[in-house]
């Protein structure tokens, strides 16, 4: 089946670190960029970042809310994807998405999400 | 970073009208423009991609115009399951993008 599984989510005091990570099945992940996608509660999407494959040399993009705090990295090993996020804030609390990049960087498969809290 | 901008946020509409959304892009994004449908607890579904192509498995009432800065997703005939919000979402920069999101509810 083709899927993608995020877990690592969790509660985690303001400063605080987490890794996320997402599971790839079914399909050919060395082919794909791959991103995370946020949406926190109650709000809209909001897109983290991509790492790209081994053809792109393995480059990452970051949006600016978070470039600097957070790493995206994949093991094409594994068949997986991760996001490093460090220096953690209240607005980082959400539900975080990864998604497969395709034709005209569209994201066609996502995964269920897990959800990141920030709070002491 | 390049801003779009839904119209409306929310809307309601009677089964079987015409809905039409749009979103603006702060500058030129050529096609680079997909739709997504997110229903409650759920994640985003592709709809259309490349501002006008339909992604496989969704139904051909859904359609995407447009190019530049304005684009238009567009249900010809609304049906009780197209109840959702809508992101438009842009890939031209390397710093992607999505509209804030517009509500659709079944009167």
């Known amino acids: 089946e083709v899927q993608l599984v995020e877990s690592g989510g969790g509660l985690v005091q303001p400063g605080g670190s987490l890794r996320l990570s997402c599971a790839a099945s079914?399909?050919?992940?060395?082919?794909?960029?791959m991103d995370w996608v946020r949406q926190g509660p109650g709000k809209g999407l909001e897109w983290v970042g991509r790492?790209?494959?081994?053809?792109?040399?393995?480059?990452?993009e970051y949006a600016t809310s978070v470039k600097g705090r957070f790493t995206i990295s994949r093991d094409d090993s594994e068949n997986s994807l991760y996001l490093q996020m460090n220096s953690l804030k209240s607005e980082d609390t959400a539900v975080y998405y990864c998604?497969?990049?395709?034709?005209?960087?569209?994201?066609?498969?996502w995964g269920q999400g897990t959800m990141v809290t920030v709070s002491s | 970073d390049i801003q779009l901008t839904q119209s409306p946020s929310s809307l309601s509409a009677s089964v079987g009208d015409r809905v039409s959304i749009t979103c603006r892009a702060g500058?030129?994004?050529?096609?680079?423009l997909s739709w997504y449908q997110q229903k409650p607890g759920k994640a985003p579904k592709l709809l259309i991609y490349?501002?006008?192509s339909l992604q496989s498995g969704v139904p051909s009432r859904f359609s995407g115009s447009g190019s530049g800065t304005d684009f238009t997703l567009t249900i010809s005939s609304l049906q009780p399951e197209d109840s959702a919000t809508y992101y438009c979402h842009q890939s031209y920069s390397t710093i992607f993008t999505f509209g804030g999101g517009t509500k659709v509810e079944i009167k």
């Open positions: 790492a790209r494959n081994r053809a792109n040399s393995y480059s990452t």
């Open positions: 490349a501002a006008s």
């Open positions: 079914g399909f050919t992940f060395t082919d794909h960029f």
């Open positions: 500058q030129t994004i050529s096609s680079y």
């Open positions: 998604a497969r990049g395709t034709g005209w960087d569209a994201f066609d498969l």
